[in-house]
């Protein structure tokens, strides 16, 4: 037979797309010609199959062929069509059944000794395969347990593609792969190590308990750094949809950790201030990648010396903390990432950042205004949370105010508090009091009039614009879910108003 057809995975921003990879021998001279818009990976893809093979003990047929990957309007992208090529090259020169690989998924990289290499996206892939009733993939021996957590699919993990002839051959057959037992979490640190700073805790306990974004300022030494790092332990575990929208996406970043190919727990992203645009959104001059925000979807989004970052970079955040995703565009098509992640700021008072205080500071008024200038009016506006942290006392440091509440403590709070918003939500799509929309904050949450008096204020005089008003109501139920209360009352108003202020008049 001199046609061959084999299936792949195609992926588009976190979505796999099947490719049907079909290779004719002709007469002619010797050549390939790779047709269905391949990317210039996937055009070398073609010598590494010809080295595998010849060196798997195969024969690559010297006539001429012509690989098609279909859908030819969809980019192809990457080296995981690599085994998906070669076998079908075996299948058409004869080596291999073709029935057998009619409806088979091959997912991999060769090297050129025939080795079968991991690659990134298995798990959006085998997702794909399983969405479109294909029932066998075939993966890299590395990425089996990641493509094990699709139910439904038989995982084959293969690590030469020796394996995958003798297999399809009907010589040695491969046992579908069972996925180990995965290892312990690592500990994770624990707001107990926080002395002091009774505010910074409690702002991270409401943004844990609601999803607010959170504006932490205040000296070198305060504590900034350890409150945010501490803030994915409140969050509760995924739930099993959200680890896997999770952990997709780490497979394709390429940052999922070997041991542990289900991420359980709300991952935690600190970039450095030196990222550029496409590293914190996503991007990349090839194939899209996601950004640290994406990755940090369902997490946290932690920015230490913010104004440090620069501005165009920061503001590319607005949108997507609003929508929820980012799509990101190129000449050769676009991708949509999910990234409803919290977003934790940090900033020093000054450029100079003395840790003893105003009275040591050097930096003048205009090096001020200018340092707090680098974050524009409308990032800011979108931060529910805006909280000033002293220096921390000596009292705190070396004599200590009682046993500090550790993280398990606070996060049975949490999410006490967020099972009583999710029980007032239900019906409403949403889960988050962040989440809530303004429409809905004016009917049917609308808080007390009477309660309102505050913030009315406020927005009258200009101290709060529309959002923010919005945003103080959606703290407010946050805080009255974690004193047990029905609705905010003034003393809610109050403190989401005082928490939302205090930066501006600082």
Known sequence: ??????????????????????????QGLPGVALVGLPDAVVRQSVDRVRAAVVNTG?????????????PASMPKQGSGFDLALAVAVLAAAGTVPAASIDRLVLLGELGL????????????AVLAAARAGHEQVVVPAANADEAALVDGVEVL???SLGQVVEHLAGRCRLAAHERAVPPDAAPIADLGDVV??????????????GGHHLFLAGPPGAGKT?????????????????ALEVTAIHSIAGTLPSAAPLLTRPPFEAPHHSATMAALVGGGSGQIRPGALCRAHRGVLFLDETPEFPRAVLDTLRQPLERGEVTISRASGAATFPCRAQLVLAANPCPCA??????????????????????SGPLLDRIDLRVELPPVTRAAWLDGVGEPESTAVVARRVLQARAVAAERLAGTGLALNSQVPGRLL????????????????????????????????????????LAGHTVPGPDEIAEALGMRLQRAAA
Do not use: K, N
């Open 1 to 26: 037979m001199t046609l061959a057809r084999t299936w792949s995975v195609g992926l588009v921003g976190v979505r796999g797309a099947l490719v049907e990879v079909e290779l004719d021998i002709a």
């Open 58 to 70: 195969g024969e690559f047929p010297a006539r001429r062929i012509t690989i098609g990957l279909s």
């Open 113 to 124: 000794d025939g080795s079968v290499r991991p690659i990134r996206g298995v798990l959006p």
């Open 157 to 159: 993990a293969v690590g």
């Open 196 to 209: 002091g700073q009774s505010v910074g805790r409690r702002a991270v306990e409401i943004a844990a308990a």
């Open 226 to 242: 350890m409150l945010a790092e501490r803030l994915p332990g409140l969050l509760p575990p995924l739930d099993e949809q959200a």
């Open 354 to 375: 003395s840790a003893a205080g105003d009275t040591a500071c050097t930096c003048s008024p205009l090096e001020r205004r200018r340092y707090r200038s680098r974050l």
């Open 442 to 481: 004016r009917g049917r949450f609308a808080p007390p009039r009477a309660s309102l008096a505050l913030a009315e204020r406020a927005l009258e005089r200009g101290a709060l614009s529309v959002r923010g008003f919005d945003r103080v109501q959606r703290v407010a139920w946050t805080l009255a879910d």
